[in-house]
């Protein structure tokens, strides 16, 4: 079992639904994001959240809306997506300070598998 | 803008042949170069970070290495279990108060008994 939970695991929708993806994380950690991972392309990141404040927004679709409410919960919520949204979203969670000189681990959940129909 | 290339994209191995992978990297004041490694159907699972040139880390088969330009992943005497995604990822010294990573494509490993 990682630090990082991710549910479901794996989630099938119409191109009208509308749901959303639940992240927790159990590491005490004050950053979280969301990344996309496509099959032949590295992972993109997506939205940064850091002290529940979002930080970046790497020019996503608005149909991708990412709630924040604590450190500790993230969610995406999913509308009208696309078939080319159909990927492994993963979330991630790291302890991130103002340090210039050295690197932040960042930590991984499974993973949700979105299938678009 | 940061780029990372590794390769080779795929490497079949016999068990018990040592080789190496290869992350290069461009990328604003280095603050961190992370290896992980994927299983197909899950998530990335944290390997090493590296600081700065020179650094060596190692874990059981596996030895990370650093210089200005590029890393190597240094598998010795792998198993079949070895099987699995590896990727590298760098973290600029730009960003503050949180870690964005620029990831590149994977290395897929193939472990042969």
């Known amino acids: 079992e990682t630090g990082v939970t991710q549910t479901p695991r794996h989630l099938v929708m119409g191109m009208t639904n509308k749901k959303s993806l639940k992240c927790e994380q159990h590491l005490g950690h004050n950053a979280m994001y969301w990344y996309k991972q496509s099959a032949k392309k590295p992972l993109e990141l997506m939205f940064v959240y850091n002290f529940k404040e979002q930080t970046e927004n790497n020019s996503v679709p608005s149909r991708f809306s990412p709630e924040c409410p604590n450190s500790s919960h993230l969610f995406l919520h999913l509308h009208t997506l696309q078939p080319e949204d159909s990927a492994l979203y993963l979330c991630?969670?790291?302890?991130?300070?103002?340090?210039?000189?050295?690197?932040?681990?960042?930590?991984f959940g499974e993973g949700s598998w979105l299938t678009v129909v | 803008e940061d780029q990372v290339t590794q390769s080779p994209e795929a490497l079949r191995l016999q068990e018990g042949e040592s080789s190496s992978l290869n992350c290069s990297y461009t990328?604003?004041?280095?603050?961190?170069l992370f290896w992980y490694r994927q299983d197909p159907g899950k998530g990335p699972e944290f390997l090493f970070t590296l600081y700065s040139a020179g650094e060596e880390k190692e874990k059981e088969r596996l030895k990370a290495t650093l210089t200005k330009k590029e890393s190597f992943l240094h598998i010795t005497a792998p198993k079949p279990e070895d099987s699995a995604t590896y990727l590298c990822?760098?973290?600029?010294?730009?960003?503050?108060?949180?870690?964005?990573?620029?990831f590149g494509k994977g290395t897929m490993l193939l472990v042969s008994p």
């Open positions: 991630a969670s790291s302890q991130d300070e103002n340090r210039g000189y050295s690197g932040n681990t960042i930590y």
């Open positions: 990822a760098v973290q600029a010294s730009k960003n503050s108060g949180y870690s964005t990573l620029t």
């Open positions: 990328v604003s004041g280095l603050r961190g």
